[in-house]
């Protein structure tokens, strides 16, 4: 028996490691049971780091376990470092948070399935495809917001995603080990506003250096006096 999960756990931290093939094993006739998975995820508390790196595999087990971190009480940090394709890209749609290494790949494409028998097995195969489909747009949608039919073509069409890419579309939140953007608090972009502040800023300096009226600021040659009365004329422009 094969399994696609370890969990981890410290004094400060619980780690869940999706390696490999979702469900290698049956994971209906409990080879793999999803009870046995279940009993591990609630077995501790607290907030819980999910590291992904799985090119996909059954999307019912994707499912149940997607709906079992949904479930979890703490919070769900994913973190692919690898790839989450498939059915695994289901799974990684259930963190709080999900940030990508910027050498990581998330995948997303229509389901597939084998198929015996007459005409009407393959309509049926036919009809469930459809409806296995929609059940993972929904979980792409809730992640993204994106529109069903954007998510649908981009499923048609095998999409493979960046780090950045899957940022920019809201399949993750972060790129792992980047430096957050700068904070912007202030915008100051019309001329008369930038004139006003450094006309307010201009008395402090001429007080602590105590320059001489007609004597220069600085190697210019420029004195207070005659700067004040070029912010003046850029002012009436």
């Known amino acids: 028996m094969h399994r696609f999960w370890n969990f981890e756990e410290t004094d400060t931290d619980r780690i869940l490691y999706l390696d490999g093939y979702i469900a290698p094993e049956s994971w209906f006739e409990d080879e793999i049971s999803p009870k046995e998975f279940k009993n591990e995820l609630e077995a501790g508390i607290g907030n819980i780091t999910v590291w ?7 999307f019912f087990a994707a499912s149940q376990i997607y709906t079992m971190l949904k479930e979890y009480s703490g919070q769900v940090l994913v973190k692919i470092d690898g790839i989450a394709a498939s059915a695994a890209a289901v799974i990684a749609m259930a963190g709080d948070r999900v940030l990508m290494s910027p050498t990581a790949m998330l995948m997303i494409h229509n389901p597939s399935t084998f198929v015996w028998g007459e005409e009407s097995d393959m309509q049926k195969g036919i009809e469930m495809l459809s409806e296995v489909k929609e059940a993972i747009i929904n979980a792409f949608e809730a992640k993204t917001g994106l529109p069903r039919k954007q998510i649908a073509q981009m499923m048609d069409a095998e999409t493979w995603f960046s780090a950045n890419k899957a940022v920019d579309l ?5 790129i792992l080990y980047s430096e957050p953007p700068p904070q912007v608090t202030d915008f100051m972009f019309d001329r008369v506003t930038v004139v006003n502040a450094l006309m307010r800023k201009l008395p ?3 007080a602590q250096s105590k320059p001489v009226i007609n004597e220069p600021l600085n190697s210019s040659g ?9 912010l003046e004329l850029i002012k009436g422009r």
């Open 52 to 58: 992904v790196n799985s090119p996909g595999g059954d």
């Open 170 to 174: 809201g399949f993750a939140d972060e």
């Open 204 to 206: 402090a300096v001429k």
């Open 222 to 230: 420029v004195s207070y006096e005659q700067l004040i009365k070029r």
